[in-house]
């Protein structure tokens, strides 16, 4: 049996004016609650527990499946604005008036457009291994490999270590531990995202690269509120170099890199995060 409390978390579903929504809700409830926006191909059952136990310490936590994907029924979306139209449909339903967001990866992209979109409904934002809704300057390109592993349905371990984790040792040992949190939720046959939820994910990426930068730059200018952007230094997805971008034109924001560490830093280094996401949420 799991020791995570996070793995105990009852599964929850809310009604959306699209999509029935599924979620799970952990921690303390009371005051602006948390919720976490998710990476390409990512389900509630992806979250590391030891990730959202630390955060739910303090927090009123909450973690959710976007429309069409995983545990939430309704038409997936293939489009930035899909998602984030998703995210402001599920937040709205559970009748929140403010929140803060934490989104990672594709999650973060998604965070920043739903604050863009409706800010008097985020209080304080952080985005996690991620960027800005488009092109970037100087941003590498994807690697043929990654591009070929986010191509696969059903990526292997070896897959999964080389798009989080660098190729150290230490690294790879914090990516195996991570997976052996995750295989608990992942073994109890909870739904998968589907291929068509996958592709409309694709579609939406394509679209960001084509976005030119005097849009991505308007959008950054245009979150007043705080912003926590974190990265890992080695990340093969979306490069530090996008995040050091980003807070250049964001009125109020912090950076912070972690060495070492890649796309997936927020669970190797679950506990210097979340105490960094504590700190920035307090202020």
Do not use: C
């Amino acid at each position: 049996m799991s020791a995570y409390l996070a793995d105990k978390a009852e599964d929850l579903t809310v009604e959306g004016p699209s999509a029935r929504f599924a979620y799970r809700r952990m921690g303390p409830q009371g005051g602006v609650p948390l919720v976490l926006l998710n990476r390409f191909r990512g389900t509630i059952d992806w979250w590391d527990p030891e990730f959202l136990d630390l955060l739910a310490a303090d927090h009123d936590v909450i973690i959710f499946d976007n429309v069409g994907v995983g545990y939430s029924v309704g038409e997936p979306r293939d489009s930035l604005e899909g998602f984030a139209q998703g995210a402001i449909e599920f937040i709205d339903a559970l009748g929140l008036e403010q929140v803060d967001l934490l989104g990672w990866s594709l999650g973060g992209i998604v965070a920043q457009r739903v604050t863009v979109r409706r800010p008097e409904l985020v209080r304080r934002l952080v985005v996690a291994g991620s960027g800005p809704a488009g092109w970037v300057p100087g941003a590498p390109p994807f690697s043929e490999r990654v591009l070929g592993i986010m191509a696969k349905s059903d990526p292997d371990l070896e897959d999964m270590l080389y798009l989080f984790y660098p190729e150290t040792d230490t690294a790879r040992a914090a990516g195996k531990e991570h997976f052996e949190h995750v295989a608990p939720r992942l073994a109890a046959g909870g739904p998968a995202v589907s291929e068509v939820a996958a592709q409309g994910m694709l579609a939406a990426a394509g679209q960001l690269l084509a976005a030119p930068f005097d849009e991505v730059r308007a959008e950054l200018e245009a979150i007043k509120q705080p912003v926590l952007y974190a990265n890992g230094l080695d990340d093969v997805m979306i490069p530090a170099h996008n995040s050091y971008v980003a807070v250049q034109h964001l009125d109020n924001a912090t950076l912070v890199l972690y060495a070492g560490a890649g796309h997936a830093f927020l669970f190797q280094y679950a506990k210097a995060f979340t105490t960094q996401v504590t700190t920035f949420l307090a202020a």
